[in-house]
């Protein structure tokens, strides 16, 4: 079988999670099927961003209370708690991590989360809190108000990523929110990144079939669980290969023509099926009709009689 190989990266800075190019038909055929075989770069994931916020409010009063982040690629439970300690200066909302390295938030009056941006959900462990639930609140516990998230954070993007393509396989996952949700990728990887080392993942499970007219247009995009566009601060380098898929398009289109005709064959003798049972109806009808007939004349014939009985000559 025919097949080319390519390496492919991403040149675009500021959007390194995004490979865009145009590859013509290097093999001449009406169909390849295309495999991204592996995916490399360096492990430096944006984890926080300007633009990212948590927000409380605070005290019977309902104080607003807003945190805003820098950009970080680094972080621990420890060291996002003390983040937010540094953010809140001399606020009343202390934030530590308990033993099982969850976020824990304590204050001598009342508050809430009331709002966060998708980073700090991941970063928290509210990432499968919906929107309704918020503001979650405060317990008062021993002479303090406290609040506990319940799940651990994920301090490197979710556990699983994904990269999707305008020419990938469809893929099912389940979502909370919708249910199951579909999209094209052509790899997934797990997530067991450490930061700052080289990522290096390999594909054994996807490629798309596709008219070879469709590779002159493809891009990738590196999102996670949620397929939210991961930020990555280096190129992610991709190998590509292309196979010349005529043979397998040949007998797919021949099982289809095959299929196609035993329908074609099926819906004929359902007609002709209907079509007998509407001549026997039509039949039953007209004996029918013609039985009522006879009974008629019958009748007549009968009350014909009668009357010559009743008035002799």
């Known amino acids: 079988m025919v097949s080319f190989q390519y390496t492919l990266c991403s040149n675009e800075r ?106 700090v959900k991941l970063l928290l462990g509210l990432y499968d809190v919906a929107d309704e639930k918020y503001p ?21 993007s979710t556990p699983i990523l994904y990269l999707v393509s305008n020419l990938g396989t469809p893929n099912f996952r389940n979502d909370s929110k919708n249910g199951m949700q579909s999209c094209d990728v052509t790899m997934r990887l797990n997530n067991s990144f450490t930061p700052q080392i080289p990522i290096i993942a390999n594909n054994g499970e996807f490629s798309s079939t596709v008219p070879a007219g469709c590779i002159s247009g493809m891009y990738f995009t590196l999102v996670d669980a949620n397929m939210v566009p991961v930020e990555i601060l280096n190129p992610i380098y991709i190998t590509l290969t292309l196979e010349n898929a005529d043979d397998v398009m040949t007998t797919y289109n021949r099982q289809e023509q095959y299929e196609e005709k ?52």
Do not use: H, W
């Open 136 to 156: 979650i609140e405060s317990k008062f516990n021993d002479g303090i108000y406290e609040l506990v998230i319940e799940s651990c954070g994920y301090f490197l």
């Open 262 to 313: 035993e329908r074609q064959k099926q819906m004929l003798y359902m007609l002709q099926k209907q079509q007998e049972e509407d001549e026997k109806d039509k039949m039953a009808a007209r004996e029918q009709k013609i039985t009522a007939a006879m009974s008629n004349a019958q009748s007549l014939k009968m009350a014909g009689l009668e009357q010559l009985n009743l008035n002799p000559d």
């Open 14 to 119: 500021g959007g390194y999670n995004t490979i865009r190019c145009a590859i013509n038909n290097p093999i001449m055929c009406r169909y390849v099927t295309m495999t991204v075989t592996s995916l490399t770069s360096n492990c430096n994931i944006k984890v926080l961003r300007s633009d990212d916020f948590l927000t409380f409010e605070l005290g019977d009063n309902r104080q607003t209370c807003m945190i805003k982040f820098d950009d970080y690629t680094q972080l621990t439970p420890i060291t996002f708690a003390g983040l937010i300690n540094e953010r809140f200066g001399d606020g009343n909302i202390e934030a530590s991590v308990d033993n099982c390295m969850r976020i824990r938030f304590e204050s001598t009056e009342k508050f809430s989360i009331v709002n966060c941006s998708y980073n």
